[in-house]
Structure formats: structure tokens, C-alpha cells
């Protein structure tokens, strides 16, 4: 509906393990930004990609890091996984400049650590 | 303390009735402001923004007091469809930074 999707919708790891989630942002927008959002919490900004470079970063570790590519879809890598990083990642697409500051996000990534 | 604080709720409601929620922010240098909309298991989605003289749109009515730092939205008539949580985004950049804090959430059932 947003036209941002992100792939994939559920998965299962364990603790140590690594993942790579992807998103595809709307036609036409070049900002990327992720979040991830724990049971019960609103969505915390992990880090926002512009023009294939990091663009501001949350309170996030460094095993937290991420990827924009040219056509502006974007990866999200969590290395040496928690419990607590089980969580939906929410992947949000805008357009620089647009004054109405407005995100649209894909319907997330569902991550379970066991 | 969170950069911006909502009371989680539940508000239970019947239809028809009015509801607000409230919300404070701690970061006096922030920009911009929104409501945005999360129904259960999706994504959030953008209901509306929120300036300083107060906006409305149909049946919902918003207003940000700088000063206190303080955000409202006002819900008259709710429908049962207005079942959802609602999330108070507050922007520390100005424009479209998309580096948006958003609060916990005030979660709104409305009853038949």
C-alpha cells in the first residue's frame, strides 16, 4: 500500500547468529530510515541512509549498521545477535526536502532471537 | 525520562464519545510534529501533523503548545474503527530529516 516493502516478513534466529534484513523504498525517494520497534514500545530510530551514505544514527551499537544502494533500497545487517534484539524492524522511505515530514513505512520485519 | 512521553492506556470508549491524548516532549529545539496511526501488527502510518496554531482535519483536532512543550489530539464522535494506537512524533531537525522519536504510544479501543 506505501509502496515500501521489506523482505523477510518473519524469521527465527538464534543468539550469536547474524541477519540481513531488506527494504525497497517508494518510487521517487531517495531517504531510507529503520527503526526498530519492541513489544509494547513505539519505533526507535536506529539510522537513516541518504545518497548511499549514513545520514545520523541512533542509540544503536555498532553491530546495528546498514547499507543504501543506488537505486535507494536499503539493507539492514545486526551482527552477533541478542534476546533483545527480537523485535519488528520497521524500514520508513521520504524524499529529502519534503516539507510535510512524512514516512511511510513497510509493514516490517518480524525477528525473534531465541 | 524518554524524549517524549505518552500515558500507554488503554482508553476504553464507548462509541460516539470524545477522547484526547496528550503528550509532552523534552527537547525544546525540536522542529516539527505529528500524530502518526498503528493499528495492531502494522505499520505506522502518518494521521496528522501538528502546528502551533492548531489543525483539524474532520473529526480530529490537534494542537502543540511550544511553551509547555506539551501536544494534544482530540478525537470527537469515535467510530470503532478509530481502534488503534496512537503515536506522538516529535522531529528534531526541521524538513523531512526522517530522524523521528516517537513516543510509546497511547493504544484507544473503542467499544460498540
Known amino acids: 500500500e506505501t509502496g515500501v516493502t521489506q523482505s523477510p516478513t518473519h524469521l527465527i534466529k538464534t543468539r550469536g547468529q547474524q541477519v540481513t534484513l531488506r527494504c525497497s523504498s517508494q518510487s521517487g525517494h531517495n531517504t531510507v530510515s529503520w527503526y526498530q520497534q519492541a513489544l509494547g514500545q513505539g519505533p526507535q530510530f536506529i539510522f537513516q541512509y541518504y545518497r548511499e551514505e549514513e545520514n545520523g544514527r541512533g542509540n544503536f551499537p555498532p553491530r546495528f549498521s546498514g547499507l543504501q544502494f543506488p537505486n535507494y533500497s536499503s539493507e539492514l545487517n545486526v551482527n552477533a545477535l541478542e534476546l533483545d534484539d527480537s523485535a519488528l524492524y520497521l524500514c520508513?522511505?521520504?524524499?529529502?526536502?519534503?516539507?510535510?515530514?512524512?514516512?511511510?513505512f513497510g509493514e516490517g520485519s518480524r525477528l525473534t532471537v531465541l | 525520562r524518554k524524549e517524549v512521553e505518552q500515558d500507554p492506556g488503554p482508553f476504553n470508549v464507548p462509541e460516539g464519545a470524545t477522547v484526547a491524548f496528550n503528550c509532552t516532549y523534552s527537547?525544546?529545539?525540536?522542529?516539527?510534529f505529528f500524530w502518526y496511526r498503528q493499528d495492531c501488527r502494522k505499520e505506522p502510518k502518518l494521521l496528522m501533523s501538528v502546528y502551533s496554531s492548531g489543525n483539524e482535519d474532520g473529526r480530529f483536532t490537534a494542537q502543540l503548545n511550544r511553551a509547555s512543550q506539551y501536544i494534544s489530539l482530540l478525537i470527537r464522535d469515535s467510530k470503532l474503527s478509530d481502534s488503534a494506537t496512537y503515536l506522538c512524533v516529535v522531529n528534531r531537525g526541521s524538513g523531512n530529516t526522517g530522524k523521528l522519536i516517537f513516543g510509546q504510544g497511547t493504544t484507544l479501543q473503542v467499544k460498540p
Open positions: 527537547n525544546s529545539a525540536s522542529q516539527s
Open positions: 520508513a522511505s521520504s524524499l529529502s526536502g519534503d516539507p510535510t515530514g512524512e514516512l511511510f
